[in-house]
Every structure is written in C-alpha cells, then in structure tokens.
C-alpha cells in the first residue's frame, strides 16, 4: 500500500537536545512538506522541497533542519535552538507543483514531540 | 498574505442532522482543499477544489469564488464524523497552502 509514515509517534525529549522526526513516502512525490500543529490553530509549514537535495523554509523555519538526499525521505531535525518544540508535527507530499493544477497533499500519521 | 477563517470553532450535533462548516479567505485562490483530522491526529483529504460543487457520498463541498467563501455540509451525519475539519487554501501566486484554525464537529448518537 502506497503511503506515507512517521516515526516515532509519540516523542519526549529533554531541553538542549536535538531530535530527528522520520517522514518516508513511497508515493513516487517528488514535493515534500514538514508542518507544525499547535492547539486551537492552524497547520504552519516549517520547510518543504520540491526535488532531490533542494528545501526551502516555510514560516516557521527557525530551530528547525532538514534534508532531501533520497526522494523518498524528507527528516526534521528539531534543533535545541527552537524555543518552543513541543508540538504536533505532521509530514506531507504531493506529485510536484506545475504552475496549472494544484496537486493534492497527502499526509503522515504525525509525531506528537514533548519537551520535558 | 492569505487569511483563513472557519466557523463554527466547535459543533456539536445530533445524528442523523444536516451540517455545514464555513470557510473564508481573504484574497483569491487557485485552489481549496478541505481535510479531516481524526482524533488520532491523521489527516485525510476530502476534496480539493476551485470551483462550484463536489460530492463524495454524504459529503459535499461547494465554493463561491466571488464571496471568497467556502462550505463543507455533511448530510445525515453520524458518530463516525466527528473530527476536526481543516479548510485549506492555495492564493493565485503562492505555491503553499495556508490552514484554517478547524471546525471540530462531535456527533451524538
């Protein structure tokens, strides 16, 4: 079955630490998307990239790192600078933006990421 | 830079009501999407569209280019709808989608 995942679901991490959350697709997207989810609002993109070894930053890029060596993988690292890590982390993909149709999003089963 | 609305924040239903969400946006769109997070926090996309009317079952969505404006309506709804609905919206010159806040619905048996 065609999809995407996440790994870990579920996520506690101590303050100073760097985490890494797992998104791997085997949908053949070539666009991948990181957001972020906090109670009462809406998703905010964090970093997405369109191909292979290209990402660029959403909204809410700062404390976060990726990397696209492989299309299939598209890792967040949460960095001990972002000051506000605990949250919902969703990953997405979609077949690559032409400019005419806007493709559709498929999303993960998300990471929920505790700083303790 | 795109605004994204919903109402109701919260609604809660009987079985078997009709239902709609709204959805309005400040500036034009080339494309809408509307998505469902169950409580588990996985996201589901219902439709994705850019104009007049889609139908998937019980579910229908509509939008009004003019009005900036967007509705979701669930007929004959049940327990197993109860989520929380996300409408999405694509502007004219963006590549990335921006999120409404959700509506979450609970149905009652």
């Known amino acids: 079955d065609g999809g995407i995942t996440q790994s870990p679901k579920y996520l506690f991490r101590k303050e100073g630490q760097n985490v890494t959350l797992s998104c791997e697709q085997n949908?053949?997207?070539?666009?991948m998307y990181w957001y972020r989810q906090d109670p009462g609002q809406g998703l905010r993109l964090i970093y997405y990239?369109?191909?292979?070894?290209?990402?660029q930053k959403g909204d809410i890029a700062e404390g976060y790192s990726v990397s696209r060596e492989k299309k299939e993988s598209f890792p967040l690292t949460v960095t001990s600078a972002q000051k506000n890590p605990t949250a919902f982390y969703l990953c997405?993909?979609?077949?690559?933006?032409?400019?005419?149709?806007?493709?559709?999003?498929?999303f993960g089963p998300g990471t929920r990421l505790t700083v303790l | 830079k795109n605004e994204v609305e919903q109402s109701p924040q919260n609604l809660t239903a009987q079985e078997g009501e009709f239902i709609t969400i709204n959805c309005s946006y400040s500036?034009?769109?080339?494309?809408l999407h509307w998505l469902q997070q169950h409580p588990g926090g996985g996201i589901v996309s219902l439709f994705m569209?850019?104009?007049g009317k889609k139908k998937h079952g019980r579910l229908i969505a509509t939008i009004n280019i003019q009005e900036k404006h967007s509705s979701l309506h669930i007929t004959a709804s049940h327990p197993r709808d109860s989520a929380v609905y996300i409408c999405?919206?694509?502007?004219?010159?963006?590549?990335?989608?921006?999120f409404g806040p959700g509506t979450r619905l609970s149905v009652l048996p």
């Open positions: 997405a993909s979609s077949r690559e933006f032409s400019g005419r149709a806007t493709p559709e999003q498929f």
């Open positions: 949908l053949n997207h070539d666009a």
């Open positions: 990239s369109q191909i292979v070894n290209d990402f």
């Open positions: 500036v034009g769109i080339s494309a």
């Open positions: 569209l850019s104009s």
């Open positions: 999405a919206v694509r502007d004219n010159y963006g590549q990335n989608f921006v």
